[in-house]
Every structure is written in C-alpha cells, then in structure tokens.
C-alpha cells in the first residue's frame, strides 16, 4: 500500500507554543495521559474501538472547552458546570474556543430540515421576499412570512407543521362483522368505562347487537364523530327492549351518563392523559395526514401564491440540491426572467412526470405539464435575485460535494443518517467564516462513498486554511494518510487503551510496534483466503419500485454473502434497509415492523411510501429474515447492552439464589432498576437525572442519591461472589468474562460481545452512550445467541461504518460465519476491503437521486472493479490489488 504523506511545516517541529498541551487527562479509560497537539494543523486521532481516541478528543479536549465556555457567559452556568460535570484533566494549555461536529442525530424535531440545519432556507426566504413573482394584488411580504416557524408564516390550520391528527373509521373500527355490544368500536376505553358508553348507546335507543356495517351510515357518523356530549339515564344490566321500556316509563335510573364521541375521546386522551400506557392505547387510532389547509406546505395561503421560477417555495424546497443548484445558474448569470431557468425546470419537471408514470405503470410519452414563465423582472429583482442566487449556489456546493446533493431543502433532519447530518454541519462552517477555532469531528467519513473522499478532505482543509485547527477521530485509512499529525491511541481497548502510543507526523508511526493502526497503514493484513461460494439457487425480485428505485430487476445469491454498493443516495438502503425486508416480510407473512418507542407521534410520520414489486423466485429457501441496523437499542440510560442481550436475567437468578437473598426472599425481580422494590427511588433505577441545560442540549447527571448505581442500598448489601448488582453492571464485557467462567449461558452472550469487539463496553453502559456501529453490533450478537439452522436472510446497512479496520474485519468473520452456516447475508458497504471479501457485489448508481437507482455492475468482486462506467470500480479495484499483491485476476 503506497501512502504519500502530507510534508509536515517547519513550525510545528520548532514552535511548541504552536500547540495543545493536555496533562494528566483521566477521562473514562485514559491513563493519565499527556500529549502536545499542534494548533492550525489537520490531526487525525486513531485507534481501536473503546482505545480512548473520542474520550481524548471529544471527552477531555472539547469538552474542557465548552466548560470554559460556560464559565465566561453567566454566573448561572457555574452551577450548571457543576451539574453537568467536568473532564477528567489536570490542565489543558493553549486551547482555543472549540466547535464539535459529532455523529448525533439530536432531538426529533419535526420543524428541523436540511434547509435550516445549513441555513440555506434563510436565504430562500429572503429571495422569495425580495426577487418572487406576487399577485397583483397582494402586498409584499417580509421573510419571516415564508417561514412555517413563526406566525406570520405558519399554516393557522396547523401551525406550520403540514400534518393534523386524524381519526377515522377504519381506525377506530377494525372489524366492522362486530356489534357494538361486541366491542366493534376498539377505540372506546376498555372495562367500566366503555360499558358505560355502550349503556348510554342503548338509552338513546341505538342498536347494539347489529354488525356495525349494517348500522345507518347517519347513525354511525354520530356515534364516532359528534361533538354534542348529551346526558341522558342509564338504566345498567337491563337488556335493551327493558331500558326503553324503563325510559318510557321515565323510571328511576342508576345514573345519569354523559355521552362523547368516539373520536373525541381518543383525540382528548391522547392529548390530556398522564399515563404514558394510556396515550399509548389511544395513538394506535391516530393517523397523520396532510393539513386540509395548506395540503402539507406548512405555509398561510399568501406566502404560497409568490412564485420565483413558476414555483411556490414549498416546491422550491421539494427539488434536490442538485437539480436547485441547476435552476439557480441561469439566474446567478443574471438571466432572470428570460425563461432560462425555466429551460431547467421544464426538464426537471419531464423527467419527474415520465417517472412518476413509468412507476405507476403509465406511458412516458404524456407531454410534461407547461410551467409558468417568471415575467421580465424589475432591474432591482434580477439584482436581488442574481446576488441571492450566486450566494446560494456558494452554499448548495460544499453539500453536493460531499455526496448530498439528493438531499432536499425540506427533507426533515430526523429521517437523515447520523452521518449525513455530520456532513450538512460542515458543509455549513465554510459559510460561517469562524477563524481561531478547533474543529473536533467525529468520523466524518462514515457513510459516505470512495468517491466522495476527496471532496471531504478539501471541506477539511478548507476550514485549515481559514486559520483553524482541525481535530478529526477518524477509522478511514485514506484520510489518515493526509493528517499532518497523528494521535494514536491504545493499544488496545478499554483498559487495555487509554495511552497515547504515538504522537506526531505520520510517517513516524512505522516505527511504533504496538500501533494496531500502524499494520493497517504500512503493512495491510490479508483476509483469510476463501473460495467463494457457490449460490444454492436465487432470490429474485422484480419491479421493484422504492424512492428512486423505479421497476428495477434484482437477484441475490442464496446462501452466499453480497454487498450492495454505490455513492450515497444511489438507492442502496431503499433497496436493501426497505424493499427487500418489505417484500420477503410480505412473503413469509409477517407483519411490518412496530415503530420504536418513543417514535409514535403519528403527527411525526409521514406517510411512507409503500414498497412495489414482487418475488419471483428463491422463497422457498428462506424462512427468517433479520434485519440489524444501527438504530438505538434504547433512547434512555435505563436500556444497556445487559438487559438488551438478556444476558442479565440470568445474572439476576444468580443473586435471587444467594443464601441471604432468599432469607430475604428477594426474587430476581429484586435486582432489576426497572422494579420498585430494588431501585434508588430517586433516579426510578436510571442512575442519572437529566439536567435541563436551557440555552445547550440537556444532559444527564449521576444521581445524588445513588451516584449512578441505580439501586436502593438495600438491594446493594447482597453479593454473589463478593459483587453486588451494581459492580457487575459497572464491570466491562472483558472483565466479566474473568468472572463467569461457570455460567455458559452467561458466557455464550458475553463471548460473542468479545468477538465482535465489543469487551471494552460495561454490561450496564447506558444507551445513550452508544454509537449506531455499538448497537448494530449488540444487536448482531444477540442474534447469534441463537441456535444457527440455515435459510436466514440477514440484512445490514453499513456494518463497517464507524469502526477501526481491525474491528471490521472481527466483524466480517463473524457475518462470514453466518454465511457459511448457509445463510444468506445482505449488506450495504462503502469500505472497499470489506466488499473485497464478499462473493457477489451489485453496485448501484450512477449518481444519487434520480440519476441513481439502477444496477450498473454486478459478480464477483474482481469482475465488479473492472466494471466500466462505476464509480465504485476503481476503488475496489485499489482494494483487491492491496489484498493480491499483485495484477488482478483475468
């Protein structure tokens, strides 16, 4: 593997004011460490995963200088240091102020999208404001009138969000063969309460005992949705021929009963409860839809009637940053109002339709619809709109460059990868002109393609050159290959890390014979050489249509291991994380996959677009599928890697069997935090509260009561072998594999965490706490707990993403297990050496959006690197010459 190594400036080998100088750094498991770091240079930190690389930089570095940060604003963000806590460290010298960009998606917020994340959608609405074409009649209109987050601008309807609550029929009943005695209408409360609704039903002289299809439609529209809540007598265990008799009779009830609709009973409780099982119940009866208003613009009907180009700047905000950045040339050129922006549009729109009609089955020779000229403008308008256009042009380039280009404007940032949203930051602080500022980034590279490297690194060394320091944690060998500096880490991980091992130019590293980086760099390990796998038959699919997938024919490999590859955008997870689950689920008869927890706002989900297509062959040879990706196994500190890999319940039996435990008669439940019994009341066994920060992100505290060990003291005074429950969650995967040697069940889940790289994570490491790359892994060893039969399908989305390469390749012996075992293994890759290894590629593109989406190359992988017109080819190309030494085969 040849690497040419950045020249390193004079200055950083004679100026050591020039530098960072951290003494005595003890964060999570850094061993004391000292280490000088230059300023104004690109510094790589590498390492295992868990060697302590992003507890140096992210933990010790930029969090100290947010904490001085804090200290200078207000006298009231003392205590909040305190809550918040401090890092580890004796003294940090010459640190500037620092700006983190780390791998998070944040709060899922509904009114959060790509357009403000970069702050493009300001200037937006800025030339909408100022260049836009209004009706005659109507004012002109400021920029905070075209956005959905203030009032001027917000849908009344529904408040600029674009969806409202709905509740029909469908929803509230599932089974219309019932009677309303039969409990036909699901959404009515259960027990007393839904009796008593029924018996006011009966009171009122409506039929009970008919199947609700064959009620009056009048009848069943005023049971579901009125408005009117009438009090009427109840007459309780009489039939109904008895109770009308009684109501006649006006005989004496046992009580007066309030009547409510069945709609404004899941819309009141959904919107008043307390009870978080309660709101539960009722959101399954709630569905999203688009605001009857504003049709899902988010926008009053004045700001949507101004148009720049024939387009509402809802629409304006649907097109890709590539197809934006199209429209917007003519006009940078100071060609507005002359129809060629128009040019651009008229295509866009023919290539919109004709796929629209291609995927719904139609003709594409339907001539496009005819879009509306922009007038000749004022020369005060084109001005304004030339200068808005150029400066957004300058900012729309940075995230095209980085792969974002099929990204939109209004694309909401909680359905973007954690990755993607990384990038989106950075392309932004190239507009924001910062100068003396350490970047800390965290992976930037993870999810994005070969090809889109290099652009990477110029955003990188744009923020160098404008007089900053750029701090980078970072696996991708390629880009370590161009730091200036290096900061390796380790050895190995957990306890076995936390030491800096070397610290300087990269070439210097070569020397270092403790640096699992160093092998990866200089002297590049082989995978185990296999033959591939012969295919035991194929899964085939067909017209499937997903996103930007359109009729597309596919097959996989039964029985073999195949990565799906391709530049981000290219169709990749819509074919592998959504199309292919949705239609073997379909096969074998299972349901779509629940909504995680925490994720049930139907307000928040907009309507997915379902999946077309079919299987045409290979069912037959599968019967499970298994999808791992790197969604949270939890979004609070209660979930951790114990009580998700089951592993603790049966450390749990072990402390309910100890001698004083059962004198005590304290079951297994006693040791759970989630059970009253056994946990701190205070933190409820979370073992942290979460501080409320007000003007910066919340974060959680250790408990004053417990410090973070989540039970009462009580559960505490038993031990089995001189633990208690506490100190075995504290313990890491490594150290606890030294403890229960005797336990196979135990041993099994813990083995396998070792396997996958994961020893250096405690058994009680919050949720919270874990990267996607963590929790994929988690959840992978969780299934291969699981007694391996063969006729599997697994499917992963990025494996690799986030890990160190020794790390990947523990992983990929893992899934080359799988496959071996006669399974089927899926994947979605972008680290070459990975996809080097597999026994079929297909590869996706050319380009991302709609100018992805099809199968440009597919075999083997030496016949994929040599596939012409794939952006992914010479890249694999690279990768298999490393691995052969030598010309690839014919």
Not at 137 to 146: G, I, K, N, T, V
Not at 715 to 725: A, H, K, P, R
Request: net charge negative; hydrophobic share 40%.
């Amino acid at each position: 593997m040849s690497l040419n190594f950045p020249r390193l400036p004079e200055s950083f080998k004679t100026d050591r004011a020039g530098f960072v100088h951290v003494r005595g750094a003890r964060e999570h498991n850094l061993k004391n460490v000292d280490v000088d770091i230059p300023r104004d240079a690109f510094v790589v930190f590498t390492g295992i995963s868990g060697s302590g690389k992003s507890s140096l930089a992210f933990g010790t570095i930029y969090a100290e200088s947010q904490r001085r940060y804090l200290e200078s604003v207000a006298p009231y963000a003392r205590r909040l240091i305190q809550q918040a806590g401090t890092p580890e460290v004796d003294a940090i010298d010459g640190l500037p102020p620092a700006v983190a960009l780390q791998q998070a998606r944040g709060a899922v917020n509904v009114r959060s999208s790509v357009g403000s994340v970069t702050t493009l959608s300001s200037l937006v609405r800025m030339l909408y404001s100022r260049a836009g074409v209004y009706p005659a009649d109507q004012p002109m209109l400021f920029a905070e009138d075209f956005s959905p987050n203030t009032v001027q601008g917000a849908c009344p309807t529904c408040h600029g969000i674009g969806r409202v609550y709905d509740v029909t029929e469908q929803t509230m009943v599932p089974d219309d063969s019932l009677t309303i005695r039969e409990r036909a209408i699901a959404s009515w409360p259960p027990a007393w309460h839904g009796q008593n609704l029924r018996d006011i039903l009966v009171s009122m002289g409506y039929d009970v005992d008919t199947p609700w299809r064959d009620l009056p439609q009048k009848d069943r529209d005023w049971i579901l949705y009125t408005e009117e809540t009438p009090t009427v007598p109840v007459y309780p265990g009489l039939t109904p021929e008895q109770t009308r008799v009684a109501v006649s009779r006006r005989m004496e009830p046992g009580y007066q009963g309030t009547f409510t609709g069945a709609r404004r009973y899941v819309l009141d409780t959904f919107a008043n409860t307390k009870s978080a099982l309660m709101k539960k119940r009722v959101s399954q009866y709630i569905i999203g839809r688009d605001c009857p208003t504003c049709h899902g613009k988010r926008l009053k009907r004045a700001a949507l009637s101004v148009t720049f180009e024939g387009l509402d700047i809802a629409a304006f905000g649907d097109l890709t940053l590539l197809n934006l950045r199209d429209l917007l040339r003519p006009v940078a050129q100071g060609d507005y109002g002359t129809g060629l922006a128009g040019e651009v549009l008229d295509k866009l729109a023919r290539d919109a339709a004709v796929s629209k009609r291609v995927a719904a089955g139609g003709s594409a020779h339907k001539a496009a619809p005819d879009i509306r000229r922009t007038p000749n403008m004022s020369d005060e308008k084109v001005v304004a709109a030339q200068r808005l256009a150029a400066d957004l042009i300058e900012r729309i380039n940075p995230v095209i460059d980085l792969g974002l280009g099929y990204l939109s404007l209004d694309r909401a940032t909680p359905t973007l990868s954690s990755g993607e949203l990384q990038r989106l930051r950075l392309a932004t602080q190239l507009s924001s002109q910062l100068f003396g500022v350490v970047y800390v980034l965290d992976e930037p590279s993870a999810g994005l393609h070969p090809a889109d490297g290099e652009s990477l690194l110029q955003i990188l060394q744009g923020l160098k050159a404008a007089g900053n320091s750029v701090f980078v944690v970072e696996h991708d060998l390629d880009l370590i290959a161009q730091a200036e500096w290096l900061v390796d880490v380790g050895p190995g991980a957990g306890d076995g890390g936390g030491r800096v091992i070397y610290s300087g130019p990269l070439p210097g590293l070569a020397d270092v014979a403790d640096s699992v980086t160093r092998r990866y760099l200089f002297d590049p390990p082989k995978p185990p050489a296999r033959s591939p796998r012969e295919p035991q038959g194929w899964l085939q699919l067909a017209g499937v249509t997903r996103n930007n997938l359109h009729d597309l024919d596919v097959a996989f490999p039964l029985g073999c291991f195949t990565a799906v590859t391709g530049v981000s955008g290219s169709g990749k997870s819509s074919l592998v994380a959504q199309a292919l689950p949705d239609l073997v689920s379909e096969a074998l008869g299972l349901a779509p996959p629940l909504a995680e927890e925490g994720d049930a706002d139907p307000l928040l989900e907009a309507a997915q677009e379902a999946t077309r297509g079919r299987i045409t062959d290979g069912m037959d040879d599968i019967r499970r599928i298994i999808e791992v990706d790197q969604k949270p196994i939890g979004r609070t500190p209660r979930s951790n890697l114990a009580t998700y890999t089951g592993l603790f319940d049966h450390v749990r039996k072990l402390f309910a069997a100890t001698p004083e435990a059962r004198r005590r008669r304290y079951g297994p439940g006693r040791f759970s935090f989630n059970v009253a019994q056994g946990r701190c009341p205070t933190c409820e066994g979370e073992g942290f509260m979460m501080v409320e920060l007000l003007f910066l992100p919340s974060v959680y505290a250790p408990c004053a009561t417990c410090h973070g060990s989540r039970y009462n003291a009580e559960t505490l005074e038993i031990t089995w072998q001189g633990l208690n429950i506490a100190e075995v969650l504290a313990m890491r995967v490594d150290e606890a594999h030294e403890v229960f040697p005797s336990e196979p069940q135990i041993m099994r889940a813990l083995t396998l965490l070792q396997q996958l790289g994961l020893g250096y994570l405690r058994l009680g490491q919050p949720a919270t706490e874990l990267s996607g790359g963590e929790a994929q892994r988690i959840k992978l060893a969780t299934e291969l707990q699981r007694m391996q039969r063969g006729q599997t399908l697994y499917v992963l989305d990025e494996p690799t993403s986030g890990l160190h390469p020794f790390d990947a390749d523990r992983l990929m012996r893992q899934l080359q297990g799988l496959a071996d075992a006669g399974n089927t293994v899926v994947i979605v890759e972008h680290d070459m050496r990975a996809v080097a290894q597999v026994d079929w590629v297909i590869d996706l593109g050319p380009g991302a959006g709609e100018d992805g989406g099809r199968i440009i190359a597919e075999g083997s992988p030496p016949e994929v690197a040599q596939a012409a017109g794939s952006r992914t080819a010479p890249y694999l190309a690279a990768a298999l010459q490393a691995f052969c030494e030598g010309p690839l085969p014919d």
